[in-house]
């Protein structure tokens, strides 16, 4: 596991929040099992204290403003960087899945496939969980700028897994709003 | 005694070979020699080179790949370091300048895939304890300000600001155009109110 990265520890802005909730999500659309591996994973590597069951790990995303139920309360940089942590492993376990989607070398009707299977997925979720009158909702759910956006959350994932994702992903999660 | 260490994905084969340095004190399975690395890049070319071309590629390719997460990915690595590598035509332009003369640059095309690959790769060789190397590469930290502003077109950016100065202007000449109320003419000054107070008795 990577080590925590040098700079001083600050909370992740609400932005940092709203994509890393968003990254949560893709995993859970490419695994249908991804809810339960974010709780496997949050006990295995020992974040219980932070993150003792679903429900508290459910509230730390709730943060994020795009959610249908939303919490003002920012997660402490503690809890952020277990959630860091979570979609980092999640990555790295469905790396080969990642992998594929973004691959060029894949036949292009296969590949078509898995693109339509994963935003079909990833359009459920939003609808079930997130405010639909939100204009970051819209947009991921709009036809012509949702697979650009779907294709720049994957990307994410896969450069956030392995040894050194989770230094690489904080640090992204913390750049300002333009 | 050489060593050689191998890191693997998909496409990507690095292996890297050298010497325990004894006298620093390391142990006999730690590479801090480096006397040479191989890299397969499957599907575009088996390549070789030392210890600082194994480091100018850690050193541009991961700087890349932390710009990229962040949307804004952006050359790293000058014309004159043996690696450097950019966005083109929605891929990433690994170029490779040979340190042999007459040698010409190379350029390789690698998508995401290839390339989440190859950072994999390079983020174990850098984490790898049994590796006694420096491997620079800047602080990962936020990227500023300005590095991200051109993750949004200018029209978008701009149009707030527009809109705003657009409304205040239109709201200043709305109320230039209204026409001021005048103020009421003052009431004729009564000489008998002022001059013959009534005192009471």
Redesign the interface.
Same mark, same amino acid.
């Given at each position: 596991m990577?080590d925590a990265?040098?700079?001083p520890q600050r909370p992740l802005p609400r932005r940092g929040i709203e994509r890393l909730d968003l990254m949560l999500l893709c995993a859970e659309a490419l695994d249908l099992n991804g809810g339960e591996a974010m709780v496997w994973l949050s006990e295995e590597m020992g974040f219980t204290d932070l993150l003792p069951n679903r429900v508290e790990l459910w509230k730390r995303r709730c943060s994020n403003p795009l959610r249908r139920t939303t919490r003002r309360d920012l997660p402490t940089p503690a809890e952020s960087d277990a959630l860091i942590r979570i979609c980092n492993a999640l990555a790295d376990r469905l790396?080969?899945m990642? !992998?594929?989607l973004?691959?060029? @070398?894949e036949p292009p009707q296969l590949s078509a496939q898995r693109w339509q299977l994963f935003e079909g997925r990833l359009a459920e979720l939003l609808r079930e969980r997130f405010n639909l009158r939100r204009g970051g909702v819209q947009r991921l759910l709009d036809p012509e700028q949702g697979p650009s956006l779907s294709r720049?959350l994957i990307?994410?994932l896969?450069?956030?897994?392995?040894?050194?994702?989770f230094? !690489?992903?904080? @640090?992204?999660l913390?750049?300002?709003v333009? | 005694m050489k060593l050689t260490n191998r890191y693997e994905q998909?496409s990507c084969r690095l292996q890297v070979e050298g010497l325990p340095d004894l006298s620093a004190g390391q142990g006999d399975q730690t590479i801090g020699i480096l006397t040479g690395f191989s890299l397969d890049l499957a599907?575009h070319t088996e390549l070789a080179g030392q210890r600082e071309h194994l480091q100018a590629m850690v050193a541009a390719v #991961?700087p890349y790949?932390?710009q *990229?997460?962040?949307?804004v990915p952006r050359c790293c690595g000058a014309d004159s370091d043996p690696v450097a590598i950019r966005p083109h035509a929605g891929r990433h332009q690994l170029e490779l300048r040979s340190s042999q003369p007459d040698t010409p640059p190379l350029a390789l095309q690698l998508?995401?895939?290839?390339l989440?690959?190859l950072?994999?790769c *390079?983020?174990?060789l850098? *984490?790898d304890p049994r590796l006694a190397l420096p491997f620079e590469q800047p602080? #990962?930290?936020? *990227?500023?300000?300005r590095e991200?502003?051109h993750?949004?077109p200018l029209a978008q950016?701009i149009a707030a600001p527009l809109v705003g100065v657009g409304v205040l202007l239109l709201s200043a000449v709305v109320s230039a155009l209204l026409p001021l109320q005048r103020p009421a003419p003052a009431p004729a000054a009564n000489p008998a109110a002022v001059s013959s107070p009534q005192r009471g008795g």
């Open positions: 990577a990265p040098s700079h790396y080969p990642l !992998r594929s973004l691959s060029t @070398a720049e990307q994410a896969a450069f956030s897994a392995g040894p050194g994702g230094e !690489r992903l904080k @640090a992204s913390m750049d300002p333009v | 998909t599907g #991961l790949a932390r *990229l997460l962040s949307g998508d995401d895939a290839e989440a690959d950072v994999r *390079l983020d174990q850098r *984490l602080p #990962l930290q936020p *990227l500023r300000r991200l502003r993750r949004q950016r």
